[in-house]
């Protein structure tokens, strides 16, 4: 058994297909059935089913593949580790994110650090909370930044600042400029769906209220902050969002801000990465770089 083997082991896992691990791998489609077929005969054990023109992973596939991830991951942050000394390090950096670190957070600082370091490029990948913070679990990405925290106890998590979350409504959807916490009852609301780190930061906020998330007029719940500010817009009803996603219509007019009275509503963002897995070191560049710039360390 050697790494090459768990490489186009991973590959078939994650492609369930040996043609397009052939095509992901640049190899021969004979040449990853002989490197699965020989790590089956190093384990004594049968690690796909083939069933018609798909496969399925075993049982022993299923307790194989992460830890095949872990080595072979272990083995790439040996290579970048030595490249640390590097004065201008280069690669690929690849992280997920929840929408709004998605887009008011990452590209701000992708921008501020591929300044210092030009060989860097990113690929980011931009889905709810929930989604990204299962997705590190899974070990589908090395490295995700969200604004809810979602526990799992394979998990690390680092606190980041964040942003303000606003209450905000077109027209006389809430005729006062100002409200109490239990005034939200009274008046139609557009929701992130669940799963959303800005629908929990609301839950959580409800809840320290004592108000529960069931009594509110939820008339929409919607899957995308983009579609949010456009039915604010419409006047379907009013909405929590964070300020970022919210400044520029609020100085058109468009839509204005509803105060509440009380604390104000922040939500945090998090870094997350899996316990177990070694980071490359390009990501851990990047995380100290989000520290000191982000948090101000």
């Given at each position: 058994m050697d790494i090459r083997q768990l490489k186009v082991f991973c590959s078939v896992y994650k492609n369930r297909s040996f043609s397009k691990a052939s095509q992901d791998l640049l190899l021969s489609q004979p040449t990853i059935s002989d490197h699965i077929k020989a790590l089956e005969e190093a384990l004594d054990s049968k690690l796909f089913d083939r069933l018609g023109r798909s496969?399925?992973?075993?049982?022993?596939?299923l307790e194989l593949y992460p830890r095949a991830i872990e080595l072979i991951e272990k083995l790439e942050a040996i290579k970048s580790d030595i490249k640390e000394r590097r004065e201008q390090p280069d690669g690929q950096l690849m992280l997920g994110a929840s929408t709004t670190p998605g887009t008011c957070l990452v590209p701000r600082a992708a921008a501020g650090f591929t300044a210092l370091y030009p060989g860097i490029f990113f690929r980011l990948a931009i889905n709810q909370s929930r989604a990204i913070t299962n997705m590190v679990m899974e070990h589908e990405l090395p490295l995700g930044i969200v604004s809810a925290r979602m526990e799992r106890k394979s998990l690390s998590f680092t606190p980041l600042a964040g942003e303000e979350v606003l209450l905000a409504c077109a027209g006389d959807i809430i005729p006062e400029d100002s409200i109490t916490p239990e005034d939200l009852m009274r008046f139609p609301l557009?929701?992130?769906?669940?799963?959303?780190?800005?629908?929990?930061?609301?839950?959580?906020?409800?809840?320290?209220?004592?108000?529960?998330?069931?009594?509110?007029?939820?008339?929409?719940?919607?899957?995308?902050?983009?579609?949010?500010?456009?039915?604010?817009?419409?006047?379907?009803?009013?909405?929590?969002?964070?300020?970022?996603?919210?400044?520029?219509?609020?100085?058109?007019?468009?839509?204005?801000?509803?105060?509440?009275?009380?604390?104000?509503?922040?939500?945090?963002?998090?870094?997350?990465?899996?316990?177990?897995?070694?980071?490359?070191?390009?990501?851990?560049?990047?995380?100290?770089?989000?520290?000191?710039?982000?948090?101000?360390?």
């Open positions: 496969i399925a992973p075993t049982g022993e596939a557009i929701v992130r769906e669940e799963g959303s780190g800005t629908r929990k930061t609301v839950e959580n906020y409800l809840q320290d209220n004592e108000m529960p998330f069931g009594k509110l007029r939820v008339v929409a719940t919607l899957s995308s902050s983009h579609a949010m500010v456009e039915a604010l817009k419409a006047g379907l009803g009013a909405g929590f969002l964070p300020r970022p996603l919210l400044t520029q219509e609020l100085e058109k007019g468009t839509l204005r801000e509803v105060n509440i009275e009380g604390p104000r509503i922040h939500q945090r963002f998090y870094i997350i990465n899996h316990r177990k897995k070694t980071l490359p070191w390009i990501s851990r560049l990047f995380i100290e770089y989000l520290k000191n710039t982000v948090n101000g360390a």
